[in-house]
């Protein structure tokens, strides 16, 4: 059986990247500034973000921003206006934002900047395998970043709410998920505070 959009051999054709979307709507209330802007050796984590999705392959590549008026080069900005609801709300106007006939689309947090290029790649490679649902995994648990095939934008968005993003739909779908094993060369460490920050500029991660 051939999967939906996929050629004959039941592979995703590669010259249908997915789009990257970076969710970095946050006001960074345990911070105390919006996190995008954070620097981490001079580069902004909103950059970080949209440069990890565009070194993976992703194009185009989307940044949903709130608290924060942010102007990123080679992203597209989606304000999304109701931010304050939680990430739910980000996740719902990113993928509204997609351009039509998008196949799919990975999903990353601006505030994890210890996940990598390679590890998105990972998940990019499976979508071209024919996985509807790649999700990046560290130590056998389900993290960030997740790639949604098309078909399942809707699900997901209607979904998403308050601080959850994908992982009401992902629970509630378990069978169509593909973990991809991505320990080797990201790590999903979230920067929620000055600590967090300090703590992986001391152990020269980053």
Request: charged share 20%; proline share 8%.
């Amino acid at each position: 059986m051939t999967l939906h959009g996929a050629n004959s051999r039941g592979v995703f054709p590669k010259d249908e990247p997915p789009a990257g979307l970076l969710l970095a709507a946050g006001e960074g209330r345990r911070f105390g500034r919006p996190k995008a802007l954070l620097e981490l050796r001079g580069e902004r984590l909103v950059d970080r973000g949209v440069r990890t999705l565009r070194d993976a392959g992703c194009s185009p590549v989307l940044v949903v921003t709130g608290a924060a008026q942010v102007e990123v080069i080679g992203a597209v900005v989606v304000p999304n206006p109701r931010w304050r609801e939680g990430m739910g709300s980000s996740l719902r106007a990113g993928l509204a934002a997609l351009p039509p006939g998008c196949p799919a689309a990975a999903v990353a947090l601006v505030d994890q900047p210890l996940v990598t290029a390679a590890a998105v790649a990972r998940l990019v490679g499976a979508y071209e395998a024919g996985a509807g649902i790649a999700v990046a995994t560290y130590g056998g648990a389900w993290r960030n970043p997740v790639l949604l095939r098309a078909e399942h934008f809707a699900g997901a968005s209607d979904a998403a709410s308050g601080d959850r993003g994908a992982r009401g739909y992902l629970r509630a779908h378990p069978d169509l998920v593909t973990p991809v094993p991505c320990d080797d060369v990201a790590a999903p460490d979230d920067i929620d505070t000055p600590e967090d920050l300090a703590a992986l500029l001391d152990a020269g991660l980053g």
